[in-house]
């Protein structure tokens, strides 16, 4: 009983992320946004999104970069992964915007073109 009790409240560990069924094969990266950071234009922010852009320029093959946000906030966005992109990779980076519905999380993915 005593037994039962004391592993009734560990918590399990969580799965590898290469486990993670759901990651598309030519899926670089994802991340969500924190509202908090978006909101505040936090630098340490605009420094991921930038090492993103750079990430996303790095691959050997074209990339697409997709930001999920509200439309205020795509320019901000876009900008501060573009400054990660090195100017004569810019042709090999593409993005889309697609709008965040209710509750959604804003995002960045960064996959690769097939």
Not at 9 to 36: L, R, T, W, Y
Not at 63 to 73: E, N, P, R, S, Y
């Amino acid at each position: 009983m005593v037994a039962a009790l004391t592993l009734a409240g560990c918590a399990q560990m969580p799965p590898p992320i290469a486990a993670h069924p759901d990651k598309a094969p030519n899926e670089v990266i994802s991340f969500d946004i924190p509202p908090d950071a978006l909101g505040a234009r936090d630098p340490q922010l605009t420094a991921v999104l930038a090492k993103a852009g750079a990430l996303a320029a790095a691959q050997p093959q074209p990339t697409v970069v997709l930001v999920t946000a509200l439309g205020q906030d795509f320019g901000y966005l876009n900008q501060a992964v573009w400054k990660g992109v090195p100017a004569q990779r810019t042709a090999r980076v593409n993005f889309e915007n697609r709008t965040a519905g209710l509750g959604q999380p804003y995002s960045v993915s960064i996959r690769t073109v097939q």
